[in-house]
């Protein structure tokens, strides 16, 4: 482990108390952004019609299918689009963006800007970290209940594909994963028009049982579903469970905003997204109340493949494999983007990570994630063997994460935008019981399955945690011995040899001397003409403004102290920064340049600070930590690396 593996600091820098429009889009064709981002953000959520208003009849807690509950259920989906996706995501968490970014880290990170010297800044950085946890048991369930219900869509083609289903979608999820190597790019192009042809498809599927009866459009008032609340309160309740999988992938939107722009994103929901989906359930519905019992009761069992007439049925089943492919493709994208700010931030160790794409700086591929979830999905679908079973699974990471941004737009808009509490208040206390509901009425599935998402995220969430914590032990222990670089500087140059050439010494921070510079001199008792300690922070804001990217400290007798800055959704290539950065003493030249690594290995002691399996836990996660030479983009031929043993 290199004193490079703490480089990464999470440091707060000055980010803006106003809502601002997401950068970078302003130019560009918003038609064609709105295009784009249908065929990459919202597969999740338009995928949803396969299973949610199924769910609500047939899942863990069936309602009967009259007109009572079926004029309900489709109302509480309309409301729940409406509020959740449209008011909250769409009309005000979008309008916080850190710099033109979205999520949880980057929201956390704007509002840790603000209160950093607060005592509840931790809580919020907790919050944030947590949420990222709860997403990586949503990446591993979206795929499986997306593919298992679109293929599922065979035995309404025919019933004796039945046995086919388990095998065929097994080898689609296990196909996913194998091409990520490859990048999307060359298969992106292909998103947007067949995810368009898919949200058409809803619409004009929806719009044909509408016109026979239009009479189920009376459910947009909210009356339908407080009756049905009233007449079935504990059912009502339960009923929520399901419903929310109507919105889930919500926080897409959100956290997709730097790709697209709130502009693009608000056109393609209201635009096209959200109208389809809404067309599509009340057509659901109205085909149901359209048929007898008895036919209701074989229809609900798929109804949005019953939308289809017979003969079309199996195109239906293609095209919705196709729609269930690309929705899974991003989230497992989101995977990769999340991970990739989390251990800039600090909080997950040093992974390979590949880039698929010379000019999107985005398109990353991360080997270890990919087949982590991979196992992860497959293990779901053997396990849970149908769509339905693991819709029981399904929402619980959803609403739990739903539920910490609820609590961090409390915070946003209090302390950040300083909404008067009249306003406040009520707005905050609305969203609490929406969101709070559905993560209750969710938490009833934990017994069924959603223990799955919650072990996913105790388990990432101790990671996280533990390697956040690890870090900053390291650093402390680190710091308490260090010498001042300038002290050492004076020290060191008359009692070692010059040679020619830059040495670079990367340090955990940018105070003391770092351990591979004191056993280089120790040891080779020689320095370079030029000594560079390189510490690299990484701040809450995604991107540094390239004027803000490096301090230097000239400390005389050839020794400079570099710091050099990066956004969390930057790549950390130091030579490449190097390259334009201001003269230490001339340019640096790569073939004359050496780069020392500090490698500590870990001693746990009882030392206060972490329990002993958590540091026996740090230790084994630096030890599986990527080279530093691959995450900081180092020539490996130019690298030293010098060990030592520190207890934490």
């Given amino acids: 482990m290199s004193d490079a593996t703490a480089d990464t600091s999470y440091v707060p820098s000055t980010v803006s108390d106003s809502p601002t429009q997401g950068q970078g889009h302003g130019s560009g064709n918003i038609t064609k952004l709105a295009l784009g981002a249908v065929g990459v953000v919202f597969g999740d959520i338009g995928t949803s019609p396969l299973y949610a208003f199924r769910e609500t009849f047939v899942g863990p807690h069936p309602l009967a299918i009259d007109e009572l509950h079926i004029l309900g259920v489709v109302s509480l989906i309309f409301w729940s689009m409406t509020l959740v996706v449209s008011v909250q995501y769409v009309g005000v968490l979008m309008r916080a963006d850190n710099k033109g970014q979205g999520g949880s880290l980057a929201l956390v990170a704007l509002i840790s800007g603000v209160i950093r010297k607060s005592r509840y800044s931790p809580l919020v950085v907790l919050l944030g970290v947590f949420a990222t946890s709860l997403f990586y048991g949503d990446s591993m369930i979206t795929p499986a209940v997306s593919v298992l219900s679109a293929v599922e869509g065979l035995t309404v083609v025919q019933s004796s594909l039945a046995p086919f289903v388990l095998p065929i979608a097994l080898v689609l999820l296990i196909a996913l994963f194998v091409i990520q190597k490859s990048g999307t790019a060359r298969i992106g192009a292909l998103f947007s028009p067949i995810m368009v042809i898919y949200f058409l498809t809803l619409a004009v599927l929806g719009i044909y049982h509408l016109v026979q ?35 889930t992938g919500a926080e897409a939107l959100y956290s997709d905003m730097g790709h697209f722009g709130r502009g693009p994103l608000r056109l393609s929901w209201f635009g096209v997204v959200m109208p389809c989906l809404l067309i599509n359930y009340f057509g659901q519905a109205a085909m149901i109340l359209g048929l007898d ?90 396990v849970f063997q149908n769509s339905s079973n693991l819709a029981s699974a399904y929402g619980i990471a959803v609403t739990g994460a739903m539920l910490i941004d609820t609590c961090l737009m409390a915070v946003l808009v209090i302390v950040l935008w300083k909404w008067k509490l009249w306003l406040a208040i009520p707005f905050i206390v609305v969203f609490f019981v929406v969101d709070g509901a559905y993560f209750a009425a969710n938490a009833t599935k934990v017994p069924d399955g959603g223990w799955f ?107 400079y102290r570099m710091t050099l800055r990066y956004g969390f959704m930057e790549e950390t290539d130091i030579p490449a920064a190097l390259a334009h950065a201001p003269m230490c003493g001339g340019p640096f030249e790569m073939m004359k340049t050496s780069f020392f690594l500090s490698r500590q290995t870990l001693v746990p002691s009882e030392k206060p600070g972490m329990a002993i399996w958590r540091e026996k836990l740090f230790a084994w996660m630096m030890r ?24 934490i």
């Fill in 213 to 247: 009866m239009p009479e189920v459009l009376v459910a947009l008032n909210p009356w339908y579903a407080v009756q049905f609340f009233l007449t079935d309160k504990i059912l009502g309740f339960l009923a929520l469970g399901s419903v929310v999988l109507a919105v």
């Fill in 293 to 382: 019992d008895a036919q209701a009761a074989v229809a609900m069992e798929n109804p949005f493949f019953n939308l289809a007439p017979e003969s079309l049925r199996l195109p239906l089943v293609i095209l919705a494999t196709c729609a269930t492919f690309i929705a899974s493709q991003a989230v497992i994208s989101g995977a990769f983007s999340i991970t990739h700010q989390a251990m800039q931030l600090g909080f997950i160790p040093r992974l390979s990570t590949r880039h698929t794409s010379e000019h999107e700086v985005g398109q990353i591929y991360i080997p270890f994630v990919n087949w982590a979830l991979m196992t992860g999905v497959i293990v779901l679908v053997l």
């Fill in 453 to 559: 998402p919650l072990l996913i995220g105790g388990v990432a969430f101790t990671l996280l945690t533990t390697w956040n914590k690890g870090r900053r032990l390291m650093r402390d222990r680190m710091t308490e011995a260090a010498l001042p670089l300038n002290v050492f500087a004076k020290s060191a140059h008359g009692s070692a040899a010059r040679v020619p050439g830059t040495a670079i010494f990367m340090a955990s921070t940018n105070m003391g001397v770092p351990s591979a510079l004191l056993h280089n001199i120790k040891h080779n008792k020689v320095l370079h003409e030029r000594v560079v300690v390189l510490t690299v922070e990484v701040q809450d804001a995604p991107y540094v403004e390239p004027n803000e990217r490096f301090t230097v400290a000239d400390l005389g007798q050839g020794f």
């Fill in 624 to 647: 599986n930590a990527a080279s530093a030479m691959e995450f900081f983009r180092l020539p490996t031929n130019r690298v030293v690396e010098l060990g030592s043993q520190l207890e």
